[in-house]
Nanobody
Framework: QVQLVESGGGFVQPGGSLRLSCAASGRITGISVFGWYRQAPGKQRDKVASITAGGSTNYADYVKGRYTISIDIRKNLLFRQMNGLKPEDTTVYSC??????????WGRGTLVNVSS
């Protein structure tokens, strides 16, 4: 079964940067939307940013101007560059790839911890 694996999380000081990556463990096809989600303990998971296979992007208001989402469509790789990190950005981030027929894949998440 194909799984998504995130990488690039870790500890960073406020104002710092991180680049998250998400890769599929096997070959998947028909993916039309790629996204990054976050979920803090006790809170509902919400979408941080998304990008379509055609390159259209969408960002949550609280990350606009600080985050950039991108994809390598041939390799089904998803990236997110995060700049100007704030302590409130601390949480687990997961990636999702979704396509035709309602198919979707999720990663298990990577922790980003912003603290001084």
């Amino acid at each position: 079964q194909v799984q998504l694996v995130e990488s690039g999380g870790g500890f960073v000081q406020p104002g710092g940067s991180l680049r998250l990556s998400c890769a599929a463990s096997g070959r998947i096809t028909g993916i039309s939307v790629f996204g990054w989600y976050r979920q803090a303990p006790g809170k509902q998971r919400d979408k941080v940013a998304s990008i379509t296979a055609g390159g259209s992007t969408n960002y949550a208001d609280y990350v606009k101007g600080r985050y950039t989402i991108s994809i390598d469509i041939r390799k089904n790789l998803l990236f997110r560059q995060m700049n100007g990190l704030k302590p409130e950005d601390t949480t687990v981030y997961s990636c999702k790839m979704a396509g035709v027929g309602g198919i979707s894949y999720w990663g298990r998440g990577t922790l980003v911890n912003v603290s001084s």
